[in-house]
């Protein structure tokens, strides 16, 4: 076959092109491993593209001063060598470089580079981002990037800035809700923040329904306990307007046998005047009896919790019946709570009478809390009672723990 320098001067162009692509792609390949740390396929590349280069200068060389003595020496003698074995060569850096191109394409799909890494964030459906103390962003994926755009109104340069932006942490945008969430965390000595914005739209919703069941629950709770008071209020009425019934016959027929008594049989007159007597004694009793049972239910509870209750014999006169219900209801939760918090062994109820108020005072000699007493579930219900009755529950700080019941006149 014709030397190199024999053939016309179309074929010395093909293979002056030829070069040039072979130096570009060398080139890209370069690039690529660069980027991805890849130092063997770097160096690769690098020996790939000085022969690709050598060539396209020695037919540039050539096609400029031809076989003069400008022409290089080396340019003179590639040139006299056969085209086949220009082929050969071409074809062999040819196939290196495709091969070389091949495997820096492909590498990201076999291995995990900080490209793969990059592409697989940019593709989830949240926003990562991370920065240094100063502000500066050292990465945000392409979800981030757009949140940072639609609520800041500007790129994601300034982390601390971003972080300002979105310090309630629930963000509303459009139909969707983002929450975001800060980190502290710390690379190579360095401290840094990381920050992750997480769609819970369809959580937010769930929860804001489930908010809405559990007021409509709460209000149909409210309305159920109404209804069983009025049930409790109306069965008491009846009990009330019974015993008047019965009172009132009874009333009646001792009034008509008294009147209807021989007034000189003394004996009648006597057993007459005894009934008047017991019905007296019985209306009076009725009012103490229903007290007395609470009573004896508070003395009872204070004995199967092991607590030694000392209170009041007798509950002062001006006190109503809704007062005595509540005074007792008190003393059993003060009870309760004394066992279960205060490991308490005795509780002393006191009752002081002033010209503004009925104070009752529930005192035992358990644990004193350390933080400050919130009133929840049972004593939270006692407070409720209370506030309707126009009364107040609250503590009184000291050594002892001192639950107060006050009733305003």
């Known amino acids: 076959m014709a030397a190199f320098e024999l053939l016309p001067a179309a074929v010395r162009a093909v293979f002056a092109l030829w070069a040039l692509l072979l ?6 390949s370069l690039v690529l491993a660069a980027v991805k740390k890849h130092i063997k396929f770097t160096a690769f590349a690098l020996l790939l593209f000085a022969p690709a280069y050598a060539l396209w200068q020695v037919i540039f060389d050539f096609s400029l001063f031809g076989q003069s003595g400008k022409t290089a020496h080396m340019s003179r003698v590639l040139c006299a060598l056969p085209g086949a074995v220009w082929f050969f060569v071409f074809a062999g850096v040819t196939a290196a470089t495709a091969v070389l191109f091949a495997r820096n394409v492909n590498y990201d799909k076999t291995y995990i580079t900080p490209g793969t890494i990059k592409t697989y964030l940019d593709k989830i459906p949240c926003g990562i981002c991370c920065w240094r103390d100063n502000g500066r962003v050292l990465f945000s994926n392409e979800c981030m990037n757009a949140l940072c755009e639609e609520i800041c109104g500007e790129p994601l340069l300034d982390g601390n800035r971003f972080f300002d932006a979105v310090q309630g942490g629930i963000i509303n945008r459009g139909d969707n809700v983002w929450r975001f969430v800060r980190r502290d965390t710390e690379k190579d000595g ?3 923040y990381e920050m992750v914005a997480s769609d819970i739209t369809a959580e937010y919703a769930k929860t804001r329904a489930l908010e809405q069941d559990k007021e409509a629950l709460a209000r149909l709770n409210a309305d159920l306990r109404a209804y069983y008071a009025s049930i409790d209020e109306s069965v008491k009425r009846q009990e009330i307007l019974q015993a008047k019934i019965n009172i009132h016959d009874e009333m009646n027929r001792l009034m008509l046998s008294t009147v209807a008594a021989p007034g000189d049989d003394s004996e009648t007159l006597n057993h007459y005047f005894s009934l008047w007597e017991q019905n ?16 004896g239910a508070t003395e009872s509870l204070a004995g199967a919790l092991g607590i030694r209750l000392e209170m009041p014999a007798v509950l002062p006169q001006g006190m109503s019946e809704k007062q005595k219900e509540l005074f007792f209801c008190v003393a059993q939760e003060a009870l309760a709570n004394a066992a279960k918090h205060a490991d308490a062994a005795q509780m002393e109820i006191t009752i002081e009478q002033t010209p503004a108020a009925l104070i009752c005072r529930f005192a035992n000699d358990g644990t004193a ?20 009755q126009g009364a107040k529950v609250y503590t009184e700080p000291g050594e002892r723990f001192v639950l107060v019941l006050e009733f305003n006149e």
């Not at 007296?280 to 009573?295: M, N, T």
């Not at 809390?369 to 309707?388: S, T, W």
């Open 369 to 388: 809390p350390q933080a400050p007493v919130r009133f929840v579930g049972g004593l939270a219900n006692i407070a409720a009672l209370a506030e309707k």
């Open 23 to 28: 130096c570009l792609v060398n080139l890209g």
């Open 190 to 192: 360095e401290h840094l």
């Open 280 to 295: 007296a004694l019985l209306l009076c009793l009725e009012a103490d009896r229903k007290s007395r049972r609470q009573q």
